[in-house]
């Protein structure tokens, strides 16, 4: 009798007591502007200097869900000392061409310094306890400069190259400076990105005006979809109710799922604004990446 | 209902905690999780690196100088290097060669084989890396504020004191600031890593698997260079396996006492499998409806690594029994520990 009598205060208590709400942020990936090819990609490096850069590109295409081969000229090299094939491509393929120049690094040093207050207190005072005076620190900055150049030609089959050039400047500063290694490689991931932009993924994130319970927010944040649709089952109705399922299943990438929520819910209501609340998410369904 | 004590790519190891907090009880669960499942898989590993040449530059900095003591390129031991990566890589039964090892095995065994009759050992992967660092190193100083503080008291004890009477004073209660001079040595490595890993299709064809690109700045000790490509190498081995290599994770669920107190107590002297059959026995009787007995039948599917169902009994616990706050940690740990969880 106890325990039954726990298990409905319990029930009480976090299925209907709560009924904070949440702001709901809803991420999602759209086609990109332009497709690069559907054809499958090879990235090939002309010189060494360009190997880094092709495979931070062929990190990029991946996750654009672009299909990346391999190269064949280059990783003979390696395959040939162990006569091993490689898999070749015998469909066309868009070949994707990278070089990179790197400059010498090239340093300065200055002088830098730092107007400080410096205070001196007396903890048995009973008032003023502290007194200061001004001082400056000193110390020496060293700053590494690097500059490349790099170049991406994408040869797709009948069409015109297109050529995509850019600069790059890393710099490494400090006392003891490091390299510019990791400023570079962080530099160049930031070009490529900018460079490709229009043929990458778009990244969207929308954040409706009004609010969702603030527990099932937090499990479909948390990935917690289970509990989630629980907490909805028992604590919304109508609106909310389709709402929040459609969300938590468009979070799953379950796509007609939450398609069926938004337009269960489109059907179920009069009110002009939430109509508009999921003709929006059924054409944000709609419009987002099938890849 | 099926239990799945064996997985092919995470292996669960169950502990059971006994001493437990006050009269806390908890099972652990350890698994292993691979980065990359295919990889993984494989068992004969040829690695090759192709390392730049490594600028290297030792300085003095003062406060008002900064002076070069040596400057050049550093002459790289690719041995080390391709040592700490075979280390590194020889995970989950692994056998990493670099080329010229592999190539001296076999000329070695071409030479005592008979002519025919034997085949050469098949390699599952080959990976091939790059690799560019520089080296700064040296000694620095530079002024900083520190703050200094001073601290006495004086006792005194006497009989029969008064009321309100305090025995102790303090006498020097101070902080001051003051600008030293902060002196340091340190090697700084920045590190560039990008590479491939071909794998056999089976029929002795490589595709390309995986690309990897990264880069990080290694601190290490101001000391001489050999010791220093040691602490590169070391850190080029963590960085690459940490790409593909092993995760190993280790979980705290806490069991939960209810009312089938026999299975419960089997379940704390960690004979999870009879737990398992009592509370099961009772899952179709209408009396069987405490949210505890199905937390903690989740919890025992949770530890054979079956968690889809572990994570229906979470969910039916929680249904029952509301969100408490370990039926919800249990739900977020199956979605660490999930299979889904594996980064491919």
């Known amino acids: ?291 | 209902m099926r239990i799945n004590l064996t997985n092919k790519y995470i292996i669960p190891i169950i502990f059971l905690l006994l001493t437990g907090c006050a009269d806390k009880h908890f099972i652990t669960v350890k698994k292993t999780i691979s980065q990359d499942i295919k990889f993984n898989s494989v068992k004969v590993v040829i690695i090759d690196v192709d390392l730049d040449d490594t600028p290297f530059t030792e300085r003095v900095v003062s406060i008002n100088d900064s002076r070069v003591l040596k400057i050049g390129t550093l002459e790289v031991n690719k041995k080390i290097v391709l040592n700490a990566l075979t280390e590194a890589l020889s995970f989950s039964g692994k056998s990493v060669f670099t080329i010229d090892e592999y190539n001296k095995i076999k000329k070695d065994l071409t030479a005592i084989r008979p002519a025919s009759g034997y085949k050469h050992s098949k390699i599952h992967a080959l990976i091939k890396l790059k690799i560019s660092y520089g080296i700064q190193s040296g000694s620095f100083e530079s002024e900083k504020v520190f703050k200094f503080y001073r601290r006495s008291r004086t006792c005194q004890y006497i009989k029969n004191p008064p009321k309100d009477y305090e025995p102790c004073h303090s006498n020097i209660n101070t902080s001051r600031q003051q600008i030293m001079l902060d002196k340091n040595a340190a090697s700084l490595i920045d590190l560039w890593y990008s590479g491939e890993i071909y794998l056999n299709d089976g029929n002795d064809n490589y595709y390309h698997h995986k690309s990897l690109e990264g880069s990080e700045l290694i601190t290490a000790p101001y000391q001489d260079e050999n010791a220093m490509n040691q602490n590169i190498a070391a850190g080029i081995g963590k960085l690459i396996s940490s790409n593909v290599g092993l995760l190993d994770l280790s979980i705290n669920l806490q069991i939960e006492d209810a009312n089938h107190s026999d299975a419960i107590a089997l379940l704390k002297q960690g004979k999870v499998e009879d737990a398992r059959k009592i509370l099961e026995e009772d899952t179709d009787s209408p009396l069987f409806n405490s949210a505890t007995d199905f937390y903690n039948l989740g919890l025992i599917y949770h530890t054979y690594g079956d968690t889809k169902i572990a994570s229906d009994y979470y969910s039916k616990a929680i249904q029952i029994g509301g969100y408490k706050r370990i039926y919800i940690d249990a739900l977020k740990n199956i979605r660490v520990l999930n299979e889904d969880s594996t980064v491919d």
């Open chain 1, 1 to 291: 009798m106890k325990t039954v009598l726990s298990i409905s205060i319990l029930i009480i208590i976090f299925s209907f007591g709560c009924s904070n709400t949440k702001e709901f942020t809803i991420s999602y990936t759209k086609k990109p502007e332009f497709i690069l090819t559907s054809k499958p990609i090879i990235v090939r490096s002309s010189n060494t200097n360009g190997n880094h850069l092709k495979n931070l590109i062929i990190n990029e295409l991946k996750s654009n869900g672009y299909r990346v081969m391999q190269e064949i000229e280059t990783t003979n090299y390696l395959l040939d000392l162990f006569g091993a094939n490689q898999v070749i491509p015998l469909d066309d393929f868009t070949e994707i061409v990278v070089s990179m120049e790197l400059g010498s690094n090239d340093e300065t040093s200055k002088d830098v310094s730092k107007n400080v207050k410096l205070a001196y207190c007396d903890y048995n005072r009973q008032k003023d306890i502290c007194t200061y005076s001004d001082g400056t620190v000193k110390h020496k900055v060293t700053s590494i400069k690097r500059t490349g150049k790099a170049s991406i030609i994408i040869n797709n089959a009948g069409k015109e190259p297109v050529k995509i050039l850019f600069n790059v400047t890393a710099f490494a500063s400090g006392i003891l400076p490091s390299y510019t290694n990791v400023a570079m490689s962080n530099r160049i991931q930031e070009k490529v990105r900018g460079k490709l932009k229009k043929y990458f993924l778009k990244n969207i994130r929308v954040l409706p005006e009004f609010e969702i319970d603030e527990m099932a927010a937090d499990f479909i944040n948390d990935k917690l979809y289970e509990a989630a649709k629980i907490r909805v089952m028992y604590k919304e109705t109508g609106f909310k109710y389709y709402y929040t399922l459609g969300l938590i299943e468009e979070s799953q990438k379950n796509y007609s799922a939450a398609k069926m929520y938004y337009s269960e819910g489109e059907l179920n209501t009069d009110q002009f604004d939430q109509k508009e609340v999921f003709s929006d998410s059924i054409a944000r369904i709609e419009s987002r990446n099938i890849n």
